[in-house]
Each structure stands twice: as C-alpha cells, then as structure tokens.
C-alpha cells in the first residue's frame, strides 16, 4: 500500500471509530431494553432487560443511583455513564 493510501486510511479510521464509541443520553425510565444496553457502558442486554423489568415492578427510577437496585447495576457502572443516564419523570 502506498504511502497515501495509507494516509487516507488512518484518516477514515481516525473518523468513524470515535462516533462508534459515544454513548449518548438515555432515559431509562421510558428506553427500551435495545436502547439502554446500545447507549450505557458496560450494561448488556441482560442488565437492560433487568433495568426494565425492575421500572415494571417497582415504577420508575427517581435518580441514576436507584439503578444500583437492579442485580448486576453496581457504583462503577452508575459513574462510567453519570453524564448519559436520563431520569426523566413522566408529565401528568
């Protein structure tokens, strides 16, 4: 490969790989199983399926940290995605 092949290359990889690791917000009182475990760190499709099971059982979550009442959903987990967890409360 040539040397300006090989720039672009380190180009187009420098572009997409960073907009492959963003995480973005998420309300995890109203995001869907899928939603919660493609946006949070660390937080698979079965932590997500028990995020929503709890928010079924128990109604929604008042703060990021109530997460730590679903097994699997420990502190490292809350602080690694503090800035993408949404509580929102529902309108009435």
Same mark, same amino acid.
């Given at each position: 490969? #040539?040397?300006?092949?090989?720039? %672009? %290359?380190?180009?187009?990889?420098?572009? %997409?790989?960073? %907009?492959?690791?963003?995480?973005?917000?998420? &309300?995890? #009182?109203?995001?869907?199983? +899928?939603?919660?475990? =493609? +946006?949070?760190?660390?937080?698979?499709?079965?932590?997500?399926?028990?995020?929503? +099971?709890?928010?079924?059982?128990?109604?929604?979550?008042?703060?990021?940290? &109530?997460?730590?009442?679903?097994?699997?959903?420990?502190?490292?987990?809350?602080?690694? #995605?503090?800035?993408?967890?949404?509580?929102?409360?529902? =309108?009435?």
């Amino acid at each position: 490969m #040539n040397r300006s092949k090989q720039v %672009l %290359l380190s180009i187009a990889c420098a572009c %997409l790989f960073p %907009l492959a690791s963003f995480a973005g917000p998420v &309300d995890v #009182n109203t995001a869907t199983a +899928e939603t919660i475990s =493609a +946006e949070l760190k660390g937080v698979g499709m079965t932590k997500a399926q028990a995020i929503v +099971e709890y928010r079924k059982a128990h109604g929604p979550f008042k703060t990021p940290a &109530d997460l730590m009442q679903v097994k699997g959903i420990g502190v490292r987990t809350i602080e690694i #995605n503090a800035e993408n967890i949404l509580v929102k409360t529902a =309108a009435k």
